[in-house]
């Protein structure tokens, strides 16, 4: 492992796929012995696995394989010293780059779509991996229903991200807004509004860092917001933070 390249960043290669057969054995074998490899690994891990949470999947075709593999075997003919053979999409077969219908730049975009692929790639591995961590965590809990409706993690930079947990059934003519205390004897404060049922992340300058025991909760309000800038509409969830581990 170089010098200049962090544990961390080398466990996410290894977790993306991105390095070679010897570095991916090697990091896997100190793993075994080492914890502090072992939790780097096993933290890029989990989180990319939140990148493929996000995908659906999606089946191969039945003669995808058998196209391939007849496609192997295809030996292009009258290749000119230099040139680089087609593939023709019409009638799925390699044409010698010569060929007058073949086309010319398919071997440029796809240098420079499995380029783009990688850079993907680690710009999502990469943002996954520096997001900063929750200092709290809040379940908040529909009082009438008694479920957990939404996820609450605050970070030490006061960054907010609320997950919903399902559907919500938002009143027409209403939005989700997002409150805290940072102050026990102190009023709520608006962290935001929730355009969707996703979910998002929410940032507010000027507050102190989240701690143990603050309350979250989520209400319905007009749309824009609350009017009066406290909680007036009915409740969807409330609950309190406990420090993140």
């Not at 796809?110 to 591995?125: M, P, R």
């Not at 979250?216 to 007009?222: D, G, M, P, V």
Request: glycine share 8%.
């Amino acid at each position: 492992m170089s010098d200049e390249r962090s544990l961390r960043d080398v466990a996410m290669e290894v977790a993306l796929g991105l390095s070679d057969e010897a570095e991916t054995a090697e990091l896997e074998a100190r793993a075994l012995h080492d914890p502090e490899v072992a939790t780097a690994l096993e933290q890029a891990r989990a989180r990319l696995s939140e990148l493929d949470d996000t995908a659906t999947p999606e089946a191969l075709p039945d003669d995808m394989w058998s196209r391939i593999t007849a496609q192997l075997d295809v030996v292009p003919t009258a290749i000119a010293p230099g040139s680089v053979p087609q593939f023709d999409a019409e009638t799925d077969t390699i044409l010698p780059a010569n060929e007058p219908h073949a086309p010319r730049n398919w071997f440029i975009a796809a240098c420079a779509g499995l380029a783009a692929s990688l850079v993907l790639a680690l710009a999502l591995g990469w943002s996954v991996m520096t997001r900063p961590d929750p200092t709290v965590i809040a379940v908040l809990i529909n009082d009438t229903t008694g479920e957990a409706v939404a996820v609450v993690e605050g970070t030490e930079e006061n960054l907010t991200r609320v997950t919903l947990l399902g559907q919500t059934a938002v009143p027409e003519g209403q939005v989700m807004q997002v409150w805290t205390k940072p102050e026990d004897d102190g009023p709520p404060v608006s962290l935001g509004l929730l355009t969707d049922n996703r979910g998002t992340a929410l940032a507010v300058d000027g507050l102190p860092p989240p701690g143990p025991e603050q309350l979250y909760e989520i209400t319905f309000e007009q749309t824009g917001g609350s009017p009066t800038g406290l909680p007036t509409g009915p409740i969807l969830g409330k609950g309190l933070a406990k420090e993140a581990l």
